[in-house]
């Protein structure tokens, strides 16, 4: 069995799921507070393999190691770009934590995209339309009588004189355990470990955006490009070479 066929193969799917992040930052890159898809490149023993399908099996003279490519794909939770929108429904968080958003079926999802809307019923929500949390676990409704509304550096927003809730900013001990969604949202799972963000910073009239920089990504798809074509023609070799074989043997 030829191992380098197998190998340069495993290497096309490693590449193909890196070409993928890469695509989806540059997709996502002007998403406010979305995090850069990442991945890991590792090898992986698959064991001894025959090398020559005459040999006796278990001959060390026969067999060689075969190592393929592992992918792992993870999350760059370094903070973004923080830039000012002087618009009163735009935060951003300094350092860490995440708002913590309701989702139609009551289930709660975190981001780090401050850029906020009202509904109709006067509720704040995020751009998809996601209720925002407060601390006691009810969605901020503003008042029908209007005014101009503020957030403190510690989350509580106020529409005037009046207190309307303080802001649910929840980080996480595992921030790689989270599970990403669509829309720059994160899911937590069992091992994320939860927690409330005592004294958050809030900015009132900014936001962060991503972290994405779009012209690393776009090296990096040139690369991948160039990789991708160098196995491609070690496949390409490796097949001519055993069709001269089978040729040869009749």
Not at 41 to 64: H, L, M, V
Not at 86 to 98: K, P, V, W, Y
Not at 113 to 119: K, N, Q
């Amino acid at each position: 069995m030829n191992i380098g066929l197998y190998q340069s193969a495993s290497t096309l799917s490693a590449l193909e799921r890196w070409q993928d992040s890469v695509s989806q930052n540059i997709t996502s890159a002007q998403t406010t507070g979305y995090r850069k898809r990442t991945v890991e490149f590792s090898t992986e023993s698959a064991g001894k393999w025959n090398i020559d399908p005459r040999g006796r099996a278990g001959d060390p003279e026969n067999e060689a190691n075969a190592l393929f490519t592992r992918v792992t794909n993870g999350i760059n939770f370094l903070t973004g770009e923080t830039q000012p929108t002087r618009r009163e429904l735009d935060i951003a968080i300094q350092g860490d934590g995440f708002f913590e958003v309701q989702q139609p079926d009551g289930s709660k999802a975190y981001t780090r995209s401050g850029e906020f809307r009202v509904r109709p019923d006067r509720t704040l929500v995020t751009t998809g339309g996601l209720e925002i949390m407060t601390e006691g676990g009810s969605p901020i409704t503003l008042l029908p009588s209007g005014g101009a509304i503020t957030v403190n550096r510690d989350g509580t927003v106020f529409q005037g004189d009046i207190s309307l809730g303080k802001l649910s900013i929840q980080k996480f001990a595992r921030p790689e355990a989270l599970i990403p969604v669509a829309g720059g949202m994160f899911l937590p799972s069992a091992g994320a470990g939860i927690q409330s963000v005592d004294e958050p910073e809030l900015m009132q009239g900014y936001l962060e955006q991503s972290n994405v920089q779009a012209l690393r990504e776009m090296v990096d798809l040139v690369l991948i490009a160039r990789a991708y074509e160098a196995n491609q023609k070690v496949i390409t070799s490796v097949d001519q070479q055993m069709q001269k074989t089978l040729e040869a043997l009749g």
